[in-house]
């Protein structure tokens, strides 16, 4: 049994007239005969009955017209849901978020794509730290991750999405929590709370990395899970830290964010990375909106 053979029928038991169902079809009239002749042997009884005068159902017509409707109809809807699936307009997208300034951004993109894919679900799979986000995209258990840069070559691709500024994190009650700035070289002798070293922070790198250009290595006396861990130790006075300008929104008590002076590059980039050979059009078109609502950076650019 064949779609065309049923559209043959439920034409001609609409129309009740073979002219004009062929013409309606765009086919001759003996091929939409055969047609529904096909069917009916198919079937293994007469739909239709025709005579020199007139054509009409038959009883076994008049309930197979019902089902005839009902299949082609759902065979449309399949084929009208194929289409949008390919265009990326229905499916499933597993996006991997990180950190304070990530469920910043994260709101206006959701907003933004799901105004233009109202049909695609978006399924949030938080991570404290960008290494287990990198290990998810290359498993293939998220689809698209927002995570601190640098994103490892290889199977990835990748777009820095913003470059957010290192704070100095001090005790408010510290002899440098009233300065405007604070020089990196100034902390030399502090204590610090920074990450777990051993969870792939690439956090902890960049401010490793910063204190190394001014000169010191940071002496990290307690470590911790997460961001509101770090900041809530350094309210509690076991050390300082550096963290991002977004880990501000935590409003710990007791603590002060300084910005950093000195020249020293204590910027974090934000990127957004996927499997290069990704080649889902749900995905494209996730890209293609954030391409739009978050730009890459220019040179220089930064949040303080």
């Known amino acids: ?149 640098p994103v490892p070559a290889g199977p990835l691709a990748s777009r820095v999405i913003l470059n957010e500024s290192l704070m100095a994190v001090l005790p408010q009650d510290h002899p440098l929590a009233g300065e405007p700035e604070v020089h990196l070289a100034d902390l030399a002798d502090e204590n610090f709370v920074s990450y777990v070293s051993m969870q792939g922070s690439a956090l902890r790198d960049a401010a490793v990395h910063a204190c190394f250009s001014a000169g010191f290595t940071p002496r990290v006396v307690q470590e911790a899970p997460d961001t509101h861990t770090v900041v809530a130790l350094v309210g509690a006075a076991v050390g300082v830290a550096l963290m991002p300008a977004s880990a501000e929104t935590l409003q710990i008590e007791g603590v002060v964010f300084t910005p950093i002076a000195g020249g020293v590059d204590v910027r974090v980039p934000i990127a957004l990375a996927w499997r290069e050979s990704d080649s889902s059009p749900v995905l494209a078109g996730f890209l293609a909106t954030a391409e739009e609502v978050l730009p890459s950076p220019g040179p220089g650019s930064g949040e303080h």
Do not use: C, N
């Open 1 to 149: 049994m064949e779609l065309r053979h049923l559209r043959a029928f439920t034409a001609v038991a609409e129309e009740l007239h073979f002219g004009r169902a062929a013409r309606r079809l765009h086919l001759a009239q003996p091929a939409l005969s055969q047609q529904v002749k096909q069917l009916e042997q198919d079937v293994g009884a007469v739909l239709l009955e025709r005579t020199t005068r007139q054509v009409r159902l038959t009883s076994a017509g008049t309930v197979f017209l019902e089902h005839a409707h009902r299949v082609l109809r759902e065979a449309e809807l399949a084929r009208e849901s194929v289409l949008v699936t390919e265009r990326g307009e229905r499916g499933e997208l597993r996006v991997g978020v990180t950190g304070v300034i990530t469920w910043r951004l994260l709101p206006r993109m959701a907003r933004a794509y799901r105004r233009r894919y109202p049909h695609v679900r978006l399924e949030l799979r938080p991570s404290v730290f960008s290494a287990a986000q990198v290990s998810a995209l290359i498993d293939g258990r998220i689809d698209v991750g927002f995570l601190r840069a």
